[in-house]
């Protein structure tokens, strides 16, 4: 009996490795697909909901971006938006949630003036709240024994759009999508722990608890 080798191998099944999965599955030829997980579920170490803040990071608050950056990974970040617009339950995916930077003293309110400035063509959503709107939003940080407190203080807001995501149910959406694609062999198999891979005459073999597996080309999380 000829042995069986799956053209693609993919070890951990977290965001990454279920989002490797359906990308294979669904936008390319390869029809021949394991994706091995050590536990009895997927998506259950940093993808885990409780396990990360659940930020869909898309750079225009992330102050530490330029704006090279933050265009780069904006354009991903949409992808999962625009992923998520054909699920049926998608309320269970993806969040609105308001999210923004605040400047506290004149030299980060003037920084922030300046990032607006540079991003608002890219990001057209970002606005500035003066102090007294950031009260609303955040009276917490701007009242002082309910008084607003005497510093120049602004904010960088996004006030209405997708921000936070459950990356535990995003994993899951993709593993099932995966395995929904015409005439295709896409496996899952849970708890199975990789132990090892060699690679030889361009085969690779993974060995796990249940078995070694083969497969033409192995990723790993
Ligand atoms: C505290 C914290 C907060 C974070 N906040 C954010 C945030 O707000 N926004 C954001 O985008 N990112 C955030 N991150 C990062 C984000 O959680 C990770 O980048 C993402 O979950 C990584 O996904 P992954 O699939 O690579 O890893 P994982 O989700 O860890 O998946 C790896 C998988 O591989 C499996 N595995 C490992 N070894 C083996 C083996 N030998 N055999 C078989 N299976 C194996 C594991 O069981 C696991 O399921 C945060 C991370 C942390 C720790």
């Given at each position: 009996m000829t042995e069986k080798v799956y053209e693609v191998a993919v070890n951990g099944g977290g965001v990454c490795g279920t989002a490797l999965l359906y990308m294979l599955a669904e936008y390319?030829?390869?029809?021949d697909i394991i994706l091995i997980e050590?536990?009895?579920?997927?998506?259950?170490?940093?993808?885990n909901g409780r396990n990360n803040s659940q930020t869909l990071h898309c750079g225009d608050i992330e102050t530490n971006y330029g704006l090279e950056k933050a265009t780069k990974v904006k354009n991903a970040a949409v992808m999962v938006v625009n992923y998520t617009e054909a699920l049926d339950t998608r309320e269970h995916v993806i969040y609105k949630f308001q999210k923004v930077v605040i400047g506290v003293g004149q030299k980060e309110c003037d920084q922030l003036r300046e990032r607006l400035n540079n991003f608002k063509t890219v990001f057209t959503s970002l606005q500035l709240l003066e102090k007294e709107q950031v009260a609303e939003i955040e009276p917490n940080v701007v009242l002082i024994n309910g008084e607003i407190r005497p510093e120049p203080c602004i904010a960088l807001a996004v006030l209405d759009e997708y921000s936070a995501v459950d990356f535990n149910r995003l994993a899951e959406f993709f593993a099932q999508q995966a395995q929904t694609v015409d005439d295709k062999n896409i496996q899952i198999q849970l708890?199975?722990?990789?132990d090892k891979i060699e690679e030889r005459d361009g085969v690779f073999s993974i060995e796990t608890a249940q078995g070694a597996i083969k497969a033409k080309a192995a990723v790993s999380q």
């Open positions: 390319t030829d390869i029809d050590k536990y009895d579920a997927l998506a259950k170490v940093n993808s708890g199975s722990h990789v």
